[in-house]
């Protein structure tokens, strides 16, 4: 079974940074499109940043500007910097292939304290 673990989420407060890491197994990073996800309390899962597998890159616009998704295929990792944090981005925090068909991972909660 496929599994995707993220790390480095955190508090931090408003304005602050954070940087999160997804590690997948190498036999499908490379070869797909990476995205990371939201999901708020009380809301549905949200992809917010998106990497192709030419590093291309797409944004939800509430967060263009803010986040950067970057991709290490030599260390099958996926990454988001998370700059200017906002209360709003507080939430759970997942990685998957684009369309996420692979198995969710815990996911990394991120706090914005106001």
């Known amino acids: 079974q496929v599994q995707l673990v993220e790390s480095g989420g955190g508090l931090v407060q408003t304005g602050g940074s954070l940087r999160l890491s997804c590690a997948a197994p190498e036999t499908i990073f490379s070869r797909n499109a990476w995205a990371w996800y939201r999901q708020a309390p009380g809301e549905q899962r949200e992809s917010i940043a998106v990497?192709?597998?030419?590093?291309?890159?797409n944004y939800l616009d509430s967060v263009k500007g803010r986040f950067t998704i970057s991709r290490d295929n030599a260390k099958n990792t996926v990454y988001l910097q998370m700059n200017s944090l906002k209360p709003e981005d507080t939430a759970v925090y997942y990685c998957?292939?684009?369309?996420?068909?692979?198995?969710w991972g815990r996911g990394t909660q991120v706090t914005v304290s106001s």
């Open positions: 998957n292939i684009v369309p996420p068909t692979v198995s």
């Open positions: 990497i192709d597998t030419d590093a291309i890159t």
